[in-house]
Structure formats: structure tokens, C-alpha cells
């Protein structure tokens, strides 16, 4: 069980590297759409998200809603049974299964060569997103190089190579700290970035991901919070398709949080976040959960069917209350207000942000 933090480290460098850039890359994969117009490089947090329109509604929406898809490959990966999505010739998809494959590396990842010089260790460590509460910690150190690893998901056929790069420290608690286990993640030494290089053989889809920057997660018996302060530089190339960009989750020394139940559906985003595309222009916003959401599926897939986001950037807000069946109206600040249907949110999410 993914609370268990306190067992002896297991699958450190594919668990917590792959499962922590995973989420980031179903984030940054969805990053714009509609809005923004095209972007071209430069800092995330060049200026605000515009949210002025149904259009912006739906591209923040999107984007924030793709962090619920990577939770449930988030969880199989700590749990041990991250299993493969299915076959799509959707490049964002394409995606996803390749870091889903990475996340189901072992303690010893290279098996197609390269190295991962390891060292080991118990320390005391503060966790400065979670009220800065201390504990002894098993660690584990890795210095990543041209370390490579294949799979071949069995239902599809669909063969993935990762190569790391790059160092990593991960670690866990050795036992509870009032009541909670703890686990962490640093991406990247000395300004170099960890860097992920996953490619499939079949598709042709190759991810570059470089992250740097902090993960340190909070688990009870019923709640699973994810404090994040990390900056995530992405390029993805598939179809004849190529993206790059940059997302930051948290800000300064704000982390942005994901909160997940143990026990039901409920779930929360929180905090401060920017991306900046090759096709959007992007920026920074906050996004504050004021009613835990909630989702459901069917045989159309899954939606949110509960709660309220509010989205704000210093200049604009819009709050966004989800119905049972799906819909969701929204109210910006200052007045104006709207509603999206299913159909609509459901469309906005395969597109995925810039019509990738």
C-alpha cells in the first residue's frame, strides 16, 4: 500500500522518478488550447493565464483535469501494478503509456546499459511542505548515465525504452510521524536536471523530460496529499508532431498540492502553477479547490461530477461548479457567467490543450 512508507526502499529510482514526471507530463502535455493564441519559448511565468472567455474556461480545466488521469497510473506504480493503457496513435497518449512503462522499473533499471551509481543512508529530514515536521529517513542517492531499460506491454505489443540521466535522491520515512508517513523526491543537482528519454518502437513517439526541483508526499490511511515544487521542460515528437515547453508546479515557496482520497472518489488541486508552449503563450495562475471534487465514470470514460475550482491569476477569476451529470457553469469575476456541457469538457480533455 502506497501508505507503507516506512518499508525498506523498494524500486526508488523507476517508482518515484517515473510516477513524479508522469503526472508532470500528462500537465504539460495538456497545457493550452484555445485562448493564448501560439506562444515561442521563454519562462512560464511571463504573465497571467487569460480568463476571460469559455475558451480559457476550458483550456485551465483540461489542463488541471489530466492531473486526475496520471493519479491512477500514480497509484499502480506505487503499488506495484501499473499496467499499460492502451494502444493510441494520440501522440499525448503515446506519451503517457511511455512514462506508465517507466514507472514499472525496478531497484536495478539498467537492464539495456548504462549505469545508476547508487549510495544508501539514514538521515533526519524536515518536510518543509507539510508544517516542516521532522523524521529519520532511509535514502537512497542516484546518479543516472545513459541508463536504459525496454518493455513490451503484452496486450498491445508496444515496446518503450527509458534512458535516465541525471541525479535523483529519494527516500521515506521509517515510521510514522504523528500519524502520517512521509516520502519525498529531489530532481536534479547543481542546476542539472534529472532527464527522462523515453521512446516507442513501433510509433516512433520520443518524450524528453527534464525536471528539477522538490516532491514530498503526505499518506494517512484515508488521504494521500502531494506537495510539489518542481519545473518540468518537455519536448514531445510524434505523428510529425513535435511540442516543447515548460511547466512549473508551485511557485517560489508555495507548492502546488493534489490531494487524493483512499476511500472514495473525492480529490482537490491547489496552488500556484504556469506553463508556457511552443503553440501557447500560456502563463501563471492559482487554482484553489473550494468544494472537493469528485468523479464517476461510464462508457464514455470518466468526469468530474462534483465541486467547485476557482482559477485566479491578479487580475482575473473564474469559478467553475461541476453537476452530477457531468456539465459544469462557470462564473467569472465581474459578473459574466456561462455553462459547458459534458460533450464540451469531454472534448476539450481528448483534445488535450493546442489540439496535440
Known sequence: MEGQYHQPLQRTAGFELSAALLSLTCLALSACGGGGGGGDSGSPDDGSVPLSSEADVLREVSLLSSAVGALDTLSGAIDGSSAFAAASASPRALATQAMSAAAATSDSPCTDGGTDTQSSGTKTRSFAYFGNLSGSVAYQLHAFAA???????????????????????????????????????????????????????????????????????????????????????????????????????????????????KTSSAYSLDGPYAYHTSKCDGGSATADTTATLTTASDDAGSYINGGTLKLSTSSAAVTVVFNNDGSASYQFQGGSNGTLTRAELDQAKADGGCGF
Open 147 to 261: 541508463c536504459k531499460r525496454t518493455r513490451t506491454d503484452d496486450s498491445s505489443g508496444v515496446s518503450y525504452q527509458a534512458t535516465l540521466d541525471g541525479a535523483a535522491e529519494v527516500g521515506s520515512t521509517l515510521q510514522a510521524i504523528e500519524g502520517a508517513d512521509y516520502r519525498y523526491l529531489i530532481a536534479g543537482s547543481g542546476g542539472t536536471p534529472l532527464q527522462a528519454t523515453v521512446t516507442t518502437g513501433s510509433a516512433g513517439a520520443q518524450v524528453v523530460l527534464k525536471a528539477t526541483g522538490t516532491e514530498e508526499s503526505q499518506s494517512t490511511d484515508s488521504l494521500r496529499t502531494v506537495g510539489s515544487i518542481i519545473s518540468l521542460d518537455y519536448t514531445v515528437s510524434a505523428l510529425g508532431l513535435t511540442s516543447s515547453g515548460e511547466v512549473d508546479l508551485g511557485s517560489g515557496s508555495t507548492p502546488f498540492y493534489v490531494a487524493t482520497s
